[in-house]
């Protein structure tokens, strides 16, 4: 069966550090995979999708970048983090005809 | 996509039928309405789709409008596990295509 993983579940970063969050997905092959932030009180924001390897579409142009590294990984980026970077990120992936999406459990980030 | 309009939130008491308003009245001939739920702190779950049938699973059923216009997510027996934010969505329903969640409507199920 397919599974995905993110992690980590909670980070605290400083402004200005760099942040890297990783999201795997198993038991599948080809993925469309996608970033999503829900900041405090708000809905859910698309960031980026990829339908391969080295294919990213950013939905909103913001300090943060993506990269689809090998055709099951999907790195979510910064440089220097902002306080407004602070939210719960989440990674999901979908097949290629699927019509539903799966969803990780998140990475709740707090930028001090 | 086409927009969907959602109430805010919602009430029900346990063991009731809750049922969930959405509108999208700009929806286009080859867009799907979907529901998805998020309990908070967790990843949004996918509950059910449709085209212009009426569908129903395990989890719910799905009240498609002649015109299209409108939907309604209907959970027959609803228990507080229920509690969530339930999103509607509507998109294309082939590859590549992502979810374009809106505010949701925030269900309290209350005992």
């Known amino acids: 069966s397919q599974t995905i993983h993110q992690w980590p579940a909670t980070l605290v970063q400083p402004v200005g550090s760099p942040l890297s969050l990783e999201c795997t997905v198993e038991g599948t092959s080809n993925p469309n995979l996608y970033w999503y932030r829900q900041a405090a009180g708000r809905g859910l924001q698309l960031l980026f999708y990829?339908?391969?390897?080295?294919?990213i579409s950013s939905e909103v142009p913001q300090n943060l970048s993506a990269s689809r590294p090998q055709d099951r990984q999907f790195i979510l980026s910064s440089k220097k983090l902002l306080l407004s970077d602070s939210g719960f990120y989440l990674c999901?992936?979908?097949?290629?005809?699927?019509?539903?999406?799966?969803f990780g459990q998140g990475t709740r980030l707090t930028v001090v | 996509d086409a927009k969907t309009t959602q109430p805010p939130s919602m009430d029900c008491a346990e063991g009731r039928a809750a049922n969930l308003p959405c509108n999208h009245s700009t929806i286009s001939g080859n867009e799907y309405v979907y529901w998805y739920r998020q309990i908070h702190s967790q990843g949004p779950q996918y509950i059910i789709h449709g085209l212009k049938n009426n569908e129903t699973n395990e989890m719910a059923s799905l009240i498609i409008t002649e015109d299209r216009k409108s939907s309604t997510l209907i959970l027959p027996h609803a228990t507080l596990r229920d509690t969530a934010v339930y999103y509607c969505?509507?998109?294309?329903?082939?590859?590549?295509?992502?979810?374009?969640f809106g505010k949701g409507t925030s269900l309290l199920v209350t005992p």
């Open positions: 990829s339908v391969g390897i080295g294919q």
């Open positions: 969505i509507v998109r294309v329903g082939d590859s590549g295509y992502a979810l374009n």
């Open positions: 999901a992936w979908s097949g290629m005809w699927d019509t539903e999406a799966f």
